[in-house]
């Protein structure tokens, strides 16, 4: 405190300077894989993302035999189209837990994950579409006393 301040331009200078916002890295693997989880539901899915021909693969199988509805394949499609890198990169998955529906929603997340894992410059537009938001509804528990997690057993009077 020995110093004292003779004008309001040397306070500014004391002022620390404007936090930066955060840069995102490249994160790849030493194959040239960049690596993401993605959750839905009680679904886990692991997927690794990388230059290629756009060949997607769900546990060793092709997308179109384990996810047979159209949908399914179109929701996993939606962040490769978002961001406009279709047919670009290769896709591996695991995927463990849920149904079909929620192991399509994990995908769709971890992919989403992993492709700004490789690209951080297409965070944006991910997340302005809502891929890199966990969507946290999971199916409600039973309570005991009751039918199911909310439905009672029928009433009678007599």
Not at 110 to 132: I, Q, Y
Request: hydrophobic letters at 35%.
């Amino acid at each position: 405190m020995s110093d004292t301040m003779q004008s309001l331009d040397q306070l500014a200078q004391l002022k620390p300077a404007a936090p930066e916002a955060p840069k995102y890295v490249k994160k790849i693997d030493k194959y040239g894989r960049a690596y993401a989880t993605g959750k839905r539901k009680d679904a886990v899915a692991r997927v690794w993302v990388k230059p290629g021909s756009g060949k997607i693969s769900v546990n060793t199988r092709d997308v179109e035999v384990y996810f047979a509805r159209a949908v399914l394949r179109m929701m996993i499609q939606q962040p490769l189209v978002a961001a406009a890198r279709a047919g670009q990169y290769d896709v591996i998955c695991t995927v463990t837990g849920g149904g079909l529906s929620g192991q399509a929603g994990a995908v769709r997340h971890g992919l989403s994950k992993a492709l700004t894992n490789f690209e951080p410059e297409l965070r944006g537009v991910l997340k302005k579409g809502g891929f890199l938001t966990r969507d946290s509804r999971t199916v409600e528990r039973k309570k005991y006393g009751r039918a199911k997690a909310r439905k009672s057993f029928q009433f009678s009077k007599r």
